[in-house]
T-cell receptor, first 115, second 113 residues
């Protein structure tokens, strides 16, 4: 059973426009959410996180929105740059061992930003 | 480079052979995790250490798998009697603890022929 779902395997946007990546989860015990970016042949790199006590967290061009009632989160990238082209993973933790304990990942969304 | 270091980057082995991977954490990171990623999937949790203590193992970690973290520093993941289904990217990640994100290494790609 996929507890963290990224239903869009891929997304293509133009440089300078907004990229919106979506993630849904089913486990109501999840209380901490993270986004990771992954380039080929590299490990995932942490981007941004959000605790369930918040509904928005912003870091530069990256903003994560959390809708707990809908069990949905999204990552907005504005403006998108060609260097943002990568696979983006949504991850969640139930916090029982700490906020980053035993992350459950989605399958990822391949973002392509076209010049 | 002071990031998480994994060795080797690639390993090709024949079915039935044993393999061992190594992970060197970021200095002072007391929590260390092993994940496995197969094609088209996100990373899946395998096991977790706090210092030298192995605190949890996933059901994905069959009895052919063993992980150690002697002295709470580097960690090794050994797979005995490898099977083709073990082919995957094995990722190590470390963190200082609560409130700090996981920092992943670049992984070891295992191919079992």
């Amino acid at each position: 059973d996929q507890q963290v779902k990224q239903n869009s395997p891929s997304l293509s946007v133009q440089e300078g426009r907004i990229s919106i990546l979506n993630c849904d989860y089913t486990n109501s015990m999840f209380d901490y959410f993270l986004w990771y970016k992954k380039y080929p042949a590299e490990g995932p790199t942490f981007l941004i996180s959000i605790s369930s006590i918040k509904d928005k967290n912003e870091d530069g061009r990256f903003t994560v929105f959390l809708n707990k009632s809908a069990k949905h989160l999204s990552l907005h990238i504005v403006p998108s740059q060609p260097g943002d082209s990568a696979v983006y993973f949504c991850a969640a933790s139930d916090g029982s061992g700490g906020s980053n304990y035993k992350l459950t990942f989605g399958k990822g969304t391949l973002l392509t930003v076209n010049p | 480079d002071t990031g998480v270091s994994q060795d080797p980057r690639h390993k090709i082995t024949k079915r039935g052979q044993n393999v061992t991977f190594r992970c060197d954490p970021i200095s002072e990171h007391n929590r260390l995790y092993w994940y496995r990623q197969t094609l088209g999937q996100g990373p899946e949790f395998l096991t977790y250490f706090q210092n030298e203590a192995q605190l949890e193992k996933s059901r994905l970690l069959s009895d052919r798998f063993s992980a150690e973290r002697p002295k709470g520093s580097f960690s090794t993941l050994e797979i005995q009697r490898t099977e083709q289904g073990d082919s995957a990217m094995y990722l190590c990640a470390t963190t200082q603890g609560v409130g700090s994100p996981l920092h992943f290494g670049n992984g070891t790609r295992l191919t079992v022929t």
